[in-house]
């Protein structure tokens, strides 16, 4: 590997706070059958 | 500030009991240590390529990569050019990097102070797939890394960080200069054409 073109622009990222390697978690998103489920009462 | 992402690409040998299972820099031959952060360090010396590097060895803090060396963990900003070299050698497998640190930008790629390897990509011919599986896995589960279809990489890299790729800059005017001087000589050529015709 190796770039024949001239660097852009130097930055700096610091180094991550915590184990680099776990994707960010998300909001576990509501399926459409969760939205439609109609409410029961409790029995 | 987002995490660097970025593709490349590493020779893993499956005949040398050393390395193998071992994902390693095909230009430098650093092997990456698994479930460790590579950290760049320069390795041009006086009469290999240096003028360049010549100034980087008395730089006080010693950090890599220099801007005006070549020094630095490679990766490009675009899955294209790994796959383009993956085609050339048969033990050479495309993934996804996760760099930090001090970042070099260039139009094609970056140089990193720091990288971990986020996935590999499955190689595309099934011969290669066939004779390449165990090996694979293996390297996959040293370095507890997920192996990857191809048209996945970029979507579960783009989890961990984003791509510096700078835009691209305004054509020069030398360009556009050559642009209307190309359309100045197809005008005349069809002006020319157009009076002998008529």
Request: glycine share 6%.
């Amino acid at each position: 590997m190796g770039f024949t073109s001239k660097p852009v622009r130097v930055i700096e990222i610091p180094e991550p706070a915590s184990e680099p390697l776990l994707a960010p978690e998300r909001e576990p998103q509501r399926t459409e059958r969760e939205e439609e489920a109609p409410v029961t009462a409790p029995v | 500030m987002n995490l660097a992402v970025g593709y490349r690409f590493w020779r893993v040998d499956p005949d040398d009991a050393w390395t193998r299972g071992r994902l390693q820099s095909p230009v430098a031959e650093t092997l990456w240590p698994p479930l460790e952060t590579l950290e760049a360090e320069c390795q041009t010396r006086p009469g290999l390529r240096l003028a360049r590097a010549g100034l980087h060895r008395h730089d006080e803090q010693g950090v890599s990569p220099e801007p005006s060396c070549s020094c630095g963990i490679y990766a490009y900003h675009d899955i294209t050019p790994m796959t383009r070299a993956l085609r050339e050698e048969p033990y050479m497998f495309g993934g996804a990097v996760l760099c930090w640190g001090r970042i070099v930008i260039h139009p094609e790629g970056m140089r990193a102070q720091h990288a971990r390897p986020l996935a590999l990509c499955r190689p595309e011919s099934p011969g290669v797939q066939l004779r390449t599986a165990a090996l694979l896995a293996e390297v996959t589960r040293e370095y507890a890394i997920p192996l990857l279809e191809l048209r996945d990489l970029v979507a579960y890299a783009s989890e961990f960080g984003a791509s510096y790729k700078p835009e691209p800059g305004p054509p020069s005017r030398r360009r556009l200069d050559r642009v209307k001087d190309a359309l100045s000589w197809r005008q005349m050529a069809r002006r020319i054409g157009k009076a002998f015709r008529g």
